[in-house]
């Protein structure tokens, strides 16, 4: 399983990868900046799991979602945002968002999120039966 991480703050990508990383300990962990680099690297590894900020330099990230949705129909995109509004959460559902979390309550609701996007063959370490 592969997991991308695109966001523009490098801090937030470096929380991102180790809290999923130590949940998801083995996986391909990768990260992008911005859009540019995010798209290059689905086209080129296909990731099961993409992290998404929706502020990025060069593109919209629920626009950036769309794309990926469209070209890996079977990639799920989980939103990571400080965007609280409703509007915004309802675009990124329908721009093909699996899951919305907001950066403020990350940890609490990323890894809940993410258990019910990726298959139950890849459960997060200490989630085994």
Same mark, same amino acid.
């Given at each position: 399983m592969t997991i991308l991480v695109v966001d523009d703050n490098r801090h937030m990508r470096r929380m991102l990868l180790e809290l999923v990383g130590g949940a998801y300990e083995g996986r391909e962990l990768l990260e992008a900046p911005d859009g540019a680099t995010a798209l290059a690297l689905c086209r080129e590894t296909q990731p /099961? &799991? !993409?992290? +998404? /900020? @929706? %502020?990025?330099?060069? %593109?919209?990230? !629920? *626009?950036?979602?769309? *794309? @990926?949705?469209? +070209?890996?129909?079977? %990639?799920? &995109? &989980? @939103? &990571? %945002?400080?965007?609280r509004s409703t509007f915004s959460q309802d675009a990124a559902r329908r721009a093909g968002a699996s899951a919305y979390v907001l950066k403020e309550e990350v940890f609490a609701t990323l890894l809940p999120a993410l258990a019910s996007v990726i298959p139950a063959t890849e459960t997060p370490l200490g989630t085994e039966s």
């Open positions: /099961d &799991v !993409i992290l +998404m /900020d @929706i %502020s990025l330099p060069d %593109s919209n990230g !629920i *626009e950036l979602t769309q *794309e @990926i949705r469209t +070209m890996l129909p079977a %990639s799920k &995109v &989980v @939103i &990571v %945002s400080c965007h």
